[in-house]
């Protein structure tokens, strides 16, 4: 056996992890971040199945300005985010409660900027009175210790061309609902670069949409959804592999008439049909799967 997984998540880990549930929500408050409608059961899979070196580096595969970087830097690791959309003008909040830097010059913009960014794009008086109030408690904070020893590192860059990261450097990559958003064929690469740069026995640990039986895009996500088939394959998962694709139906179920999740729905999801809940109506379309590959 090598360690490689294949599974689809099940709501069962709400329960099996009870105190790491109210740890992200009580972070995720602070932060002023909302979850993805499933993204709780991504977190707790990845996080029980990575193995924490507290002066570790971990790659978080298309981070955004999501949770998950955020909660490794509070258990201090150190985090390279990677992202092709530009943080450069991520939020005060964050750099108030972490170590934040950009892996070159231009992946951070410096504080005021920042700052200043927040204030032309706001609209309305109260609004921009609002953001300036935090923003102004936000330097504040930053004369505090920040909330964990770990460090942050904005790498606005594509997946597939991970230049500034050295072969075998890091100890582990997580990449939370984000990489179906690349084709298949571009999955593919992205597999493979990330796999050049993790050492030797390091964890690539990814939550993506699981197909029934054929691959499917769905549309208001901009997702791929993957058979058990093409997940092996794209992953090169180890042909001992074991997965619980064959509980797919009943897994299905349980996740449609999931009250917790449901009923926690993010309030972004109502505000349009461009997203994996549109109008924030409770139609689950697709169920989350955990991989786990380990490098030989």
């Given at each position: ?9 099940s ?53 955004g ?14 985090v ?15 750099r ?47 004369l ?67 197909a ?41 179920a ?43």
């Amino acid at each position: 056996m090598t360690g490689d997984k294949l599974k689809i998540l099940s709501v069962d880990l709400l329960d099996q992890h009870r105190p790491l549930v109210s740890e992200l929500r009580g972070l995720a408050r602070k932060l002023r971040l909302e979850f993805g409608w499933h993204y709780l059961l991504d977190l707790i899979w990845v996080i029980a199945n990575l193995n924490f070196n507290r002066n570790g580096k971990v790659i978080d595969a298309g981070a955004g300005v999501g949770i998950m970087q955020w909660y490794l830097a509070s258990k201090g690791i150190e985090v390279f985010s990677v992202d092709r959309s530009s943080r450069a003008n991520l939020g005060l909040r964050f750099r108030a409660n972490f170590h934040v830097e950009g892996l070159r010059s231009n992946d951070l913009a410096l504080n005021q900027a920042a700052w200043l960014h927040d204030y032309r794009n706001t609209s309305g008086l109260l609004a921009k009175v609002k953001t300036q109030v935090r923003n102004l408690l936000s330097f504040g904070r930053m004369l505090l210790p920040p909330l964990g020893k770990g460090h942050v590192y904005v790498y606005n860059q594509d997946l597939k061309t991970l230049t500034g990261i050295e072969d075998e450097s890091v100890d582990a990559v997580v990449a939370l609902s984000s990489l179906e958003h690349n084709t298949p064929e571009e999955l593919r690469e992205v597999v493979v670069e990330l796999m050049r740069v993790l050492k030797s026995g390091g964890k690539l640990l990814a939550t993506l949409g699981a197909a029934r039986e054929n691959d499917w895009f769905h549309e208001p996500s901009k997702g791929w959804n993957y058979s058990e088939t093409s997940l092996r394959g794209i992953f090169n998962l180890d042909t001992s592999t074991l997965t619980n694709y064959d509980q797919y139906d009943e897994l299905f179920a349980d996740l449609k008439d999931c009250a917790e999740l449901r009923d926690n729905l993010a309030g972004f999801y109502s505000r349009s049909d461009d997203n994996g809940m549109p109008w924030g109506v409770w139609d689950p379309q697709y169920i989350p799967v955990g991989v786990c590959k380990v490098k030989p």
